[in-house]
């Protein structure tokens, strides 16, 4: 569903879900993302963007992984964006279609495409 909602934004249609412990081994080629952070199969936590380099996302969560508040998180949900896309733009509308998870204490602003 947020893959559909990102359309021509994703740099690669097919999101990228790892598992917390496989992170250290993602080198994802992403210059910005929005992400999503969760814990069992389908708990939605967190969510959250990065546009500040290749590799960031990791580095991303790895600072949410020393916050006690998000101790539960077990697996990233990565949706890599063109460089072209507003980052927080994408991130304020994926956070509302999803309902606004619980951990996310604010979204950025979603706007209306087109």
């Given at each position: 569903m947020a893959a559909d909602a990102l359309g021509d934004r994703l740099l690669r249609r097919q999101p990228a879900k790892i598992a917390l412990w496989a992170l250290p081994n993602y080198a994802g080629d992403e210059h910005k993302a929005v992400y999503l952070l969760g814990s069992g199969t389908f708990d939605l936590l967190y969510t959250g963007s990065t546009g500040r380099g290749f590799g960031t996302v990791r580095a991303r969560v790895d600072e949410h992984r020393r916050d006690p508040r998000k101790a539960e998180v077990t697996?990233?949900?990565?949706?890599?964006?063109?460089?072209d896309a507003d980052v927080e733009v994408a991130e304020g509308e994926i956070g509302q279609l999803l309902g606004r998870p619980r951990l996310s204490q604010r979204l950025p602003q979603a706007h209306r495409r087109g």
């Open positions: 697996w990233v949900l990565v949706l890599p964006l063109r460089r």
